[in-house]
């Protein structure tokens, strides 16, 4: 009946459970709208990009992490309740099934609108020593304190990190601040597979030149143990590496467990599928957002699983705003994301030529070096730019930087010009900031866009 309080429940509360419980309570009262979340763990809202500097010691304290308390979540009037594992959900019956962690008491509760925020799992490796003491996931911010603890607790001072993406290169990073002897394993052929290869040998040659030492082309094929049962070595079929710490990241799925047996729209990266209001497709009260759905590429116009907390956060919006009877969308990504390991920093945004091929563009590259600062400039420093642009047309379709401070978040001029669907040639004529102690006279970005455009402009080779 019109004027009864509706109840929206939240599974997941961190970026986008939280972010879309926060937005609906905004927007409506507790009046009008019962707010009732589940987590399973002991935090809620918590930065997971942050675990490897917190790891590292950049961050010194594991709150810093915390953008809100579960205490000052339920002060705005929303029933977060921590330690609670949603085990069913009966979309015919309207209700989630949730288990105490601890108790293991279960009880049924009923919804009239229900949002999935339940991000995303770890790869584990299903191998012989993947649970052995010793072994770490950092997922979580339970993660990092193990891990944390671990390394307070371990006399030896060798770590393998197993993975080359950027959960394996951040922590490989932190545990060379922390002193350790660090060997990534990599099952590609270069670090960084969210860039071309070419760009991934430049990580690689920066990161043996920290005193890292990359095995690249290698599956682990077993993690060893000692005679206490815990980790000493990490096996490939042709070598064996010295390990007192082992750290995974091979990368993260969708956590959709649920979803799927709920009968839920699934991808085929094993995301959830949802319209542009974030609401699950043929689900007029169901949302999903974060880590565990597919989005869509604007660049390749296909559906695409990129776990970020920026898209998170956006995605919990739009669904609070939606959930509480507003209207909001989420258009879609180009796929921009940046990180470092120590004074390298490795940006992406758009397609890589693999990506380009998959979905049948054709495209020309251009790679530049060029300098953060004009050459003159105290502190300039060297960075590769490159850039691919459709064949035909000039359309931008990505652009990869690696380079030292000041590289990185240039990237984003590219992830405008990707949204804004501009040319090579539109991104020559951008009017960029410059100063010598910020540029050269020519952005290192627009100089990559010149060389693009002559790439075009010279047809096929």
């Known amino acids: 009946m019109p004027g009864e309080r509706e109840r929206l429940v939240v599974i997941g509360g961190d970026a986008a459970g939280m972010s879309a419980a926060s937005q609906a309570r905004r927007l409506k009262s507790a009046e009008e709208l019962e707010i009732v979340a589940f987590e399973r763990g002991h935090f809620t809202s918590f930065s997971a990009c942050g ?71 770890p790869i584990r490796p299903d191998m012989p020593g993947a649970d052995a003491p010793g072994v770490h996931g950092v997922q979580t911010l339970d993660d990092g ?23 394996g290169v951040e922590m490989a990073e932190a545990l060379i601040n922390r002193g350790y002897e660090v060997t990534v394993v990599n099952r590609g052929s270069e670090p960084m597979s969210t860039l071309d290869p070419d760009m991934g040998r430049l990580v690689h040659e920066a990161m043996e030149g920290l005193g890292i030492t990359m095995v690249d082309d290698a599956a682990v094929t077993k993690i060893l143990t000692g005679d206490d049962g815990a980790v000493r070595a990490v096996a490939t079929e042709d070598a064996e590496y010295p390990a007192d710490v082992v750290v995974l990241g091979i990368g993260v799925r969708p956590e959709t467990t649920l979803a799927r047996a709920a009968g839920l729209p699934l991808g085929d990266h094993g995301g959830l599928l949802t319209d542009l209001a974030m609401r699950v497709r043929g689900h007029e009260n169901i949302w999903a957002g974060g880590d565990c759905v597919e989005v869509l590429d604007l660049v390749s116009g296909r559906e695409r699983h990129i776990p970020l907390g920026t898209h998170a956060n956006k995605h919990g919006q739009i669904i609070g705003t939606n959930a509480a009877g507003g209207y909001a969308t989420f258009p879609g990504v180009v796929g921009t994301a940046v990180s470092k390991v120590c004074d390298l920093e490795i940006a992406r945004t758009g397609l890589r030529e693999k990506d ?3 979905a049948g563009l054709q495209y020309v590259t251009a790679t530049i070096e060029s300098t953060s ?23 931008l379709l990505g652009v990869q930087i690696v380079g030292r401070e000041g590289a990185g978040k240039r990237v984003d001029v590219a992830a405008v010009a990707l949204t804004a669907g501009m040319t090579v040639e539109q991104m020559t004529s951008l009017d960029l900031g410059y100063a010598p102690p910020f540029s050269p006279v020519w952005d290192p970005v627009l100089v990559a866009a010149r060389k693009a455009v002559k790439a075009v402009n010279a047809g096929p080779s």
């Open 356 to 358: 380009a091929r998959r």
């Open 145 to 167: 304190q193990a891990l944390i603890d671990r390394l307070a607790r371990t006399r030896g001072r060798r770590a393998v990190v197993i993975g080359a993406g950027y959960i």
């Open 51 to 121: 675990i490897p500097y917190w790891v590292g010691g950049e961050v010194p304290e594991r709150d810093r992490l915390i953008a809100r308390t579960a205490e000052e979540h339920r002060a705005r009037d929303i029933d977060l309740r921590m330690r609670t594992e949603v085990v069913e959900i009966d979309v015919a019956g309207g209700r989630v099934r949730a288990r105490d962690v601890d108790s293991g008491a279960e009880s049924w509760t009923s919804y009239d609108k229900l949002v999935i925020a339940t991000g995303a799992r």
């Open 373 to 395: 600062r004009a050459g003159y400039y105290p502190g300039a420093s060297f960075m590769t730019v490159k850039m691919l642009a459709e064949r035909r047309t000039g359309r």
